[in-house]
């Protein structure tokens, strides 16, 4: 009894974890978006990686926990950090990019490709069994995907304009992530999910000193300096959030939890443009469209955790938990 107990106090914790993730990941584009009027994205996620980087390193150091570089000396973990770097700065920066030409609830609903490039990444290369949930729920995340643009799919395959650009930049973003996660996937043999988050926070952040423009933080109001704060605090703690969750909860319901993403991006930026309609605008979407929205979520959670509720046979790899683009 004490040990269901126990494992009933460690999945509500989890759920409470997985939540917060998905809240922060869901509010965090709302935020960036005010920043990118007066910042260039280059900057904007410079920032992010070293506020995180630093928030990071005061967490682990007193642990003594902070990486040590010897497993780099061989060439195959130096290989696999380098292309998680390129693919977390380059979703990183597609993402951010895409917020300049899009909402921040569309930017977050193209992000849910993300899992499905990984699921056909994991098969390929790290050679794991692809379930049928996984295929299902794929199909209903790009039917949803139709639904959700339904009022711009003409203008996306026609012409080339701001708005399809930002979906562009945001397909982009999805994809390079999944360079990360696969990498990511194979670091995790030997670091902790936390201490390969330190490499690579500190890593793009060197890799875009070159680009980045610190000052431009002199240009901003107040309210944009504040927004430019929760994003780097964002950025720590939705990903701490995430570590923990993995920590107490199995992986596939965290996973399906963290896709609830866009549906909190869509109510938060409701609520905020209707208490603050000078500064957020409200989602340009019809009935369609919000509908679209749902089931995309809802594709991306049966895809994650489908199997728990129709079990098959065959045993397959381990579910990555999603990541939603420029988190």
Same mark, same amino acid.
């Given at each position: 009894m004490k040990t269901n107990q126990q494992a009933g106090q460690q999945a509500g914790v989890g759920i409470m974890l997985a939540l917060t993730t998905a809240m922060c990941w869901g509010a965090l584009p709302i935020a960036m978006k005010q920043v990118l009027t007066d910042m260039e994205p280059y900057?904007?996620?410079w920032y992010r990686f070293i506020m995180a980087g630093i928030g990071l390193a005061v967490i682990l150091a007193p642990r003594r926990q902070l990486p040590s570089l010897t497993l780099f000396l061989r060439w195959r973990w130096l290989m696999m950090l380098v292309i998680a770097t390129a693919g977390l700065l380059g979703n990183f920066i597609f993402f951010s990019s895409s917020l300049q030409y899009l909402s921040p609830t569309a930017s977050q609903v193209i992000? %849910?490709?993300s899992p499905?490039?990984?699921?056909?990444?994991?098969v390929l290369i790290l050679k794991e069994r692809m379930r049928g949930t996984q295929i299902i729920g794929a199909l209903m995340l790009i039917s949803g995907l139709v639904m959700f643009f339904n009022?711009?799919?003409?203008e996306i395959f026609t012409r080339l304009t701001d708005y399809t650009l930002g979906v562009i930049l945001g397909v982009c973003a999805a994809t390079v992530w999944v360079c990360y996660g696969v990498a990511q996937k194979v670091l995790l043999r030997r670091l902790a999910s936390q201490q390969i988050l330190f490499l690579l926070y500190?890593?793009?952040t060197i890799a875009l000193s070159v680009v980045a423009k610190p000052a431009a933080v002199m240009h901003l109001s107040l309210? %944009?300096?504040a927004c430019l704060v929760f994003c780097g605090a964002n950025t720590l703690v939705g990903y701490g959030a995430l570590a923990e969750a993995m920590a107490r909860w199995q992986a596939a319901q965290v996973s399906a939890i963290v896709t609830l993403t866009p549906l909190f991006t869509l109510l938060f930026s409701d609520l905020l443009s209707l208490a603050w309609p000078d500064y957020f605008a409200a989602p340009a979407l019809n009935i369609v469209g919000y509908l679209g929205a749902f089931v995309v979520v809802a594709g991306a959670m049966f895809?994650?955790?489908g199997h728990r509720f129709l079990p098959v046979r065959a045993k397959t790899g381990p579910v990555l938990p999603i990541k939603p683009p420029g988190k």
């Open positions: 900057t904007v996620v992000g %849910q490709l499905v490039g990984m699921m056909f990444a994991s009022t711009s799919l003409l500190v890593l793009c309210w %944009q300096v895809s994650a955790a």
